[in-house]
T-cell receptor
């Protein structure tokens, strides 16, 4: 299993450009999330999904769109990049199951991040 | 969302035990207590979680107060590789809420040789 794969690892955008950060997981996890982490700060939740076709806003959703057409993929779209969106972006996924089930794990698995700079 | 409170930073000596505290006085009956850590320049890594009873795994132990309003992550023998930011987070068991994992500022652990 590859786990959670994020692409690209690095990206430089000009103000006003749009782009999509890709996130894929091969663990058949129901839950997927996007976070941003500014330098020296903690992680802030942008959007999350509890299953294919279902998404919801997190703490800082403005300027970002998401969709979840398949279980495996959860792309994050920046509509019109701004310097304030310069950050490291992390994607994460998790399953949900009944405690006590064999192999039950309730932790989120994170990708290695995308470092985005908007100039 | 239920909140957690952690010290901003802690120091430890290598090969000594470390006790990282977390207060969560507004925890609800459906909240699991999760701990994650983030090594420098990496994504967060799941460490351990629990509901009511103390938990052990290969990475750490989690001690949960009887009233569940506080918990302690225990690293039994700190190594230099354990220097990281440690996050204590509450995750709701209810399926419609459980996708929303909110991070606080965490505790930065320094390990001295």
């Amino acid at each position: 299993n590859a786990g959670v794969t994020q692409t690209p690892k690095f990206q430089v955008l000009k103000t006003g450009q749009s782009m999509t950060l890709q996130c894929a997981q091969d663990m058949n996890h129901e839950y997927m999330s996007w976070y941003r982490q500014d330098p020296g700060m903690g992680l802030r939740l942008i959007h999350y999904s509890v299953g294919a076709g279902i998404t919801d806003q997190g703490e800082v959703p403005n300027g970002y769109n998401v969709s979840r057409s398949t279980t495996e993929d959860f792309p994050l779209r920046l509509l019109s990049a701004a310097p304030s969106q310069t950050s490291v972006y992390f994607c994460a996924s998790s399953t949900y199951g009944a405690p006590g089930q064999a192999g039950f794990s309730y932790g989120y698995t994170f990708g290695s991040g995308t470092r985005l700079t908007v100039v | 969302d239920a909140k957690t409170t952690q010290p901003n930073s802690m120091e430890s000596n290598e090969e000594e035990p470390v006790h990282l505290p977390c207060n969560h006085s507004t925890i609800s009956g459906t909240d699991y207590i999760h701990w994650y850590r983030q090594l420098p320049s990496q994504g967060p890594e799941y460490v351990i979680h629990g509901l009511t009873s103390n938990v052990n795994n290969r990475m750490a132990s989690l001690a949960i107060a009887e009233d569940r309003k506080s918990s302690t992550l225990i690293l039994h023998r700190a190594t230099l590789r354990d220097a990281a930011v440690y996050y204590c987070i509450l995750r709701d068991l209810i399926p419609s809420n459980t996708g929303k994992l909110i991070f606080g500022q965490g505790t930065t652990l320094q390990v001295k040789p």
